[in-house]
Structures are given as structure tokens and as C-alpha cells.
């Protein structure tokens, strides 16, 4: 993700720091001496070794202390991992004052620098995503739909009958992109080549400036983030797309106002928290930034699930097709998706984005029910992964099983097997109060896709290729190898 001499001079100025700082870390280290550390026994270390991946040492804590508490260090802090559903409930539980959601996001991604102070002290557009989003998805899944149809169709023409090879994360993002900006900003700027290149390179750039930027310690981050971050450019280059939009809406409020314009821009304007251009375009940004990434790696791994499992593919398809037959391409044939919706959690479950999600930032010191206290300024989180590789929890956990949580429905169960379902055993979309409000739009634009996949296309590995999708780990973030491929041809009979 960085240049080598850059990421050279950063580690070896973050080290200088870390020494510096290690003073009171080792202080905020001896108040944490009741939870056992995993790892070396040189934090400092320990803390550089973790920015080259972490899933190793979290499945090694959770081997030794399931169900307990267990720390592993930053280079300035420390974050305590807890499992089993009776900590994450006192997790859950705990007010926002005291483990805080919105500020251990916002220290993990640095929002506040690469968003901007507003988006990060001011969340509103969280309450747009279940108020009005989540309330509409009915009425954008055949809208939805329409975009994924348009994209693959200008991708694959029908003359595409024989095998050809597609690198998936590039194909995927561009539908999921066009299908996520349809939402957010309608047509005709979600068909803009420019705006959509513009929005994927954002995301990348700014999850490594935030990476860069956790390199150095919070308090130098105010003066040093300028280096690291074009926050200023990104959205005045933003400000060039949107703007013409965002005018000629302010200018016709009344067709807006109406309805007819339906979309998360005008859902913005209309809430009128924010009213310039440049407030309002970082707003669709931060919406670009938490959505189009998460959805399209997801959905990435799936595909090639599929390529190395094409025995999958009839009975899906047979699925779509009775589904779409009887209610056409919407939300309530979506939700008949049964195996669709299993094969997409499967995958997750196997795969995941993060070794850790429910990151919360321990704003007063809080207290587990067995008077375990957990400092200021410490970070407290779940691991996800190895959760979701647990054999106490998933019948032969490391086995591709797509449709075991089809099997699992029944005697009243079939709500809390569907993808959006949160649970301590699943961890996708975090858990709780702060769980993603963005989940339903993204498993709604997966399982349209993934259908319409299934529907029009054969898929297959290449000879040789390995048996589930290759990754590329960075600290707590686990990213699909964006240089994979698969092979794909257009069915001959559609
Ligand atoms: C497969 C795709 C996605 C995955 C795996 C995913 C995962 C997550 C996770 C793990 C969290 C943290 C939850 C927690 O702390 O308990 C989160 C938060 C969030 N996600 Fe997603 N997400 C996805 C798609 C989306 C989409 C499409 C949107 C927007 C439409 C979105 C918007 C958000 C927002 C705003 C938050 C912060 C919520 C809060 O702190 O209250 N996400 N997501």
C-alpha cells in the first residue's frame, strides 16, 4: 500500500516516537496487568510485527482465552479483545459514554482529518441511512437492479460465449460503484466514469493516509496529518461533480421537495443540517467511503467461492429463476433468496474484511462483570474472524459449506440465519447499537448482483489457480488480492 522509502522513513520515525511515548503506555500498560497479552513480549515489537497483519496473533489469543479478555499492543496503545456472548452483551450494553463507537471509528480511520471535523463530531447522516434508506429499499431494489443489469451489459457483450478471464475486483467494484452512487446520487452523475474512478481512488487513498497517519502518535496528528492526507483536493475535485447537482437542485426545490428526485443527495438537502456545496459533497464522500469498499470486497470473495465451486452455480440459479418468475426482480423475491443469501454469508464467514470489528474507544474506565477494568483510552474490540472459525460455534468451521445456513433454518430460526441477522457468532456487521445501518443496501445490492451473476454467466478458476481467493492483510484489515482472476462466459441460452 505505501512506497517503500516512504513507509521506511514512517516506521522508522513512528519507532523513534513509540520510544519516546513509552513511557505512558507502559503506565496505561500496568493498569491492563489482569488481562494476559499475546505475542512477544516486547510490546513495542509486538506493536510493529501487528502492522503487518493481525489475524495470526488474535487466533492465537483466542485459542489460549476464549470467552476472557486477552490485549494485543498498538504501537500507542493497546486494544482488549473479548469474545463469547456474555462480554460482547456487556459491551453492547455499556453507554456510549463510556465505550464510544463513533470516536474508536473515528481513531481507526482518522475521520476527523480525512473527512473533516464536522463529519466526524457529526454523524446525522448515519440516522439518513435507517430513516430513510433502510425504508426505501423496496422501492430502489428495481432501481437498483436496472444499474446492475446496465453495468454488466456494457461490460460483457453477448458475444462473450467463450471463457474469458476477468480480474474480479475491478469488475465487481465498477457495478457495485455504479450501483451504490445510484442510491446516493442518482442518475446521470452514477454512470460518470470520472466521479466513479474518482470515488473508488478516494476510498483507497484515504484508508492508507489513515493508515500513514496512525504511524505517529494521537497527539502530534493535528500537526502531521497534512502530509499525509489531500483532504482539501479530494473535495474540491468532489465539489467539481457534485456542484453542478447540488445547484440545480437547490434551484428547483419544489420537483425535489415533490419526490420525484429520490435519492440520498436529496435525502441530505432536505434534512438541511448542512447546506453548502463543499459540506454536503463530504457527506456523499464519507457515504462513498463506508460503503462501495466493504461491499465490493465482500461480494468479491463470493465470486470467486463460486468460480471454485461452479457445482453451486444450477441450484442457485434454479433458485433465482423460481423466485424472479413468480415476483419479479423485487425486494420480496430478494428476500426468497434463501441459498443466495447463505452462499453470501458463507463466504464472509470464511473470508471477512477486518480481524476485529466493534472497535470502541473506552472514553471512562469501564468494569467487566467480573471487576476487570478496562482504562481510559484503551480500545476494546471482537475478533471477528476467529469467531467465525470456531468449531464450538460452525460444524466444521474451515469448510466452504454455502448453503449450511439454509439448513439451519426452520422451527421459527429463519430470521436469525438471513446475512443481515446480528448475533455475538456473527460478527459481519459488527453487533449492537452501532452495528453497520448500511447492511440491508448491502446485502440487497450483493444478492442482486450475485443473481444476476448466476442468471447470465458460467464462472470458473483457472487451471492451477488456489481454492479460495488469495489476501493481502494490513493491520486489522484483511483486503482480497486485487490482482485475481477468474474465468467467465456469457450463457449461450440468454
Ligand atoms: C458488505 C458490506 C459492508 C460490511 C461488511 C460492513 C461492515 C461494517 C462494520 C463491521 C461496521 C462496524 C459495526 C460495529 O462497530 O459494531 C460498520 C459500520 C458502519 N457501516 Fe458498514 N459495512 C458494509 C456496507 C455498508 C454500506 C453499504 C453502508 C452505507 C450505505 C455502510 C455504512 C456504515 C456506517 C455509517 C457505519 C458506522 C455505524 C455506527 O458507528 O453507528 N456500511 N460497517
Given at each position: 500500500m505505501?512506497?517503500?522509502?516512504?513507509?521506511?522513513?514512517?516506521?522508522?520515525?513512528?519507532?523513534?516516537?513509540?520510544?519516546?511515548?513509552?513511557?505512558?503506555?507502559?503506565?496505561?500498560?500496568?493498569?491492563?496487568?489482569?488481562?494476559?497479552?499475546?505475542?512477544?513480549?516486547?510490546?513495542?515489537?509486538?506493536?510493529?510485527?501487528?502492522?503487518?497483519?493481525?489475524?495470526?496473533?488474535?487466533?492465537e489469543g483466542y485459542n489460549k482465552y476464549k470467552n476472557a479478555p486477552f490485549k494485543i499492543p498498538t504501537l500507542y496503545n493497546w486494544i482488549v479483545i473479548v469474545s463469547g456472548t456474555k462480554l460482547l452483551d456487556e459491551v453492547r450494553a455499556a453507554p456510549d459514554d463510556q465505550l464510544s463507537a463513533v470516536e474508536g471509528t473515528n481513531d481507526f480511520f482518522k475521520i476527523a482529518f480525512i473527512m473533516g471535523h464536522r463529519v466526524a463530531n457529526d454523524p446525522y447522516h448515519f440516522a439518513i441511512i435507517k430513516m430513510q434508506l433502510n425504508r426505501k429499499l423496496a422501492t430502489l431494489c428495481p432501481i437498483i437492479e436496472d444499474e446492475i443489469s446496465a453495468t454488466l451489459?456494457?461490460?460483457?457483450?453477448?458475444?462473450?460465449?467463450?471463457w474469458r478471464p476477468v480480474v474480479v475486483l475491478t469488475t465487481i467494484r465498477k457495478v457495485v460503484s455504479r450501483a451504490g452512487n445510484r442510491i446516493f446520487v442518482g442518475l446521470p452523475?452514477?454512470?460518470?466514469?470520472?466521479?466513479?474512478?474518482?470515488?473508488?481512488?478516494?476510498?483507497?487513498?484515504?484508508?492508507?493516509?489513515?493508515a500513514?497517519?496512525?504511524?505517529?502518535?494521537?497527539?502530534?496528528?493535528?500537526?502531521?496529518?497534512?502530509?499525509?492526507?489531500?483532504?482539501?483536493?479530494?473535495?474540491?475535485?468532489?465539489?467539481?461533480?457534485?456542484?453542478?447537482?447540488?445547484?440545480?437542485?437547490?434551484?428547483?426545490?419544489?420537483?425535489?421537495?415533490?419526490?420525484?428526485?429520490?435519492?440520498f443527495l436529496q435525502w441530505l438537502m432536505n434534512n438541511g443540517s448542512e447546506s453548502t456545496e463543499r459540506e454536503i459533497t463530504q457527506r456523499i464522500l464519507a457515504m462513498v467511503f463506508a460503503s462501495i469498499h466493504a461491499t465490493a470486497s465482500s461480494l468479491m470473495r463470493a465470486v470467486y467461492d463460486l468460480a471454485a465451486h461452479p457445482e453451486y452455480i444450477v441450484p442457485l440459479r434454479e433458485e433465482v429463476d423460481a423466485v424472479v418468475r413468480q415476483d419479479g426482480w423485487t425486494?420480496?423475491?430478494?428476500?426468497?433468496?434463501?441459498?443466495?443469501?447463505?452462499?453470501?454469508?458463507?463466504?464472509?464467514?470464511?473470508?471477512?474484511?477486518?480481524?476485529?470489528?466493534?472497535?470502541?474507544?473506552?472514553?471512562?474506565?469501564?468494569?467487566?462483570?467480573?471487576?476487570?477494568?478496562?482504562?481510559?483510552?484503551?480500545?476494546i474490540a471482537a475478533p471477528s474472524c476467529a469467531i467465525h472459525h470456531d468449531e464450538e460455534l460452525y460444524d466444521k468451521p474451515d469448510a466452504f459449506d454455502p448453503f449450511r445456513f439454509v439448513r439451519l433454518r426452520g422451527d421459527g430460526n429463519d430470521m436469525k440465519q438471513q446475512m443481515v441477522s446480528l448475533s455475538s457468532d456473527f460478527l459481519a456487521f459488527g453487533h449492537g447499537k452501532h452495528a453497520c445501518p448500511g447492511r440491508f443496501a448491502a446485502v440487497v445490492i450483493q444478492k442482486l448482483m450475485l443473481a444476476r451473476i448466476v442468471s447470465s454467466y458460467d464462472l470458473k478458476l483457472d487451471d492451477g489457480a488456489p481454492a479460495s481467493c488469495k489476501t493481502v492483510e494490513f493491520g486489522i484489515f484483511i483486503n482480497p488480492d486485487p490482482t485475481t482472476t477468474i474465468l467467465l462466459r456469457k450463457r449461450s441460452s440468454v
Open positions: 505505501f512506497s517503500n522509502a516512504s513507509q521506511e522513513i514512517c516506521l522508522l520515525v513512528s519507532a523513534g516516537l513509540a520510544g519516546i511515548i513509552a513511557v505512558p503506555l507502559f503506565l496505561r500498560s500496568r493498569r491492563l496487568d489482569a488481562i494476559p497479552t499475546v505475542g512477544s513480549t516486547n510490546s513495542w515489537w509486538s506493536a510493529i510485527k501487528n502492522l503487518k497483519g493481525t489475524s495470526g496473533i488474535i487466533q451489459s456494457e461490460m460483457f457483450s453477448s458475444q462473450d460465449d467463450e452523475l452514477c454512470r460518470d466514469p470520472g466521479w466513479l474512478e474518482f470515488g473508488l481512488q478516494y476510498a483507497v487513498d484515504s484508508i492508507v493516509s489513515a500513514k497517519i496512525d504511524l505517529f502518535p494521537r497527539f502530534v496528528w493535528p500537526l502531521i496529518a497534512n502530509f499525509f492526507t489531500c483532504t482539501g483536493n479530494h473535495v474540491g475535485q468532489a465539489v467539481e461533480f457534485l456542484g453542478p447537482t447540488i445547484r440545480e437542485r437547490q434551484n428547483i426545490v419544489d420537483r425535489a421537495r415533490s419526490g420525484e428526485v429520490d435519492d425486494k420480496a423475491a430478494i428476500d426468497k433468496m434463501y441459498k443466495i443469501d447463505s452462499f453470501l454469508k458463507e463466504s464472509h464467514r470464511l473470508g471477512g474484511a477486518s480481524s476485529l470489528v466493534m472497535i470502541r474507544k473506552v472514553s471512562k474506565d469501564f468494569t467487566f462483570s467480573d471487576g476487570r477494568i478496562i482504562p481510559r483510552g484503551c480500545y
